[in-house]
């Protein structure tokens, strides 16, 4: 899957889960939108330094 297309999966759930105000959901959901953001700066990062 896209960096982008994992960004907009995982902050529309982040989104639904503070929506229903289901704080389990809502941490899992943080962490992995977390990891999701991690992973695309690193991906920014490493294509500026050219592998």
Partial sequence: METVEIMRVEGATFAIAARD???ELLAGAAATLGNAISDAMLEV?????GD
């Fill in 21 to 23: 105000m289901n704080e």
């Fill in 45 to 49: 990062i490493d294509g500026l330094l």
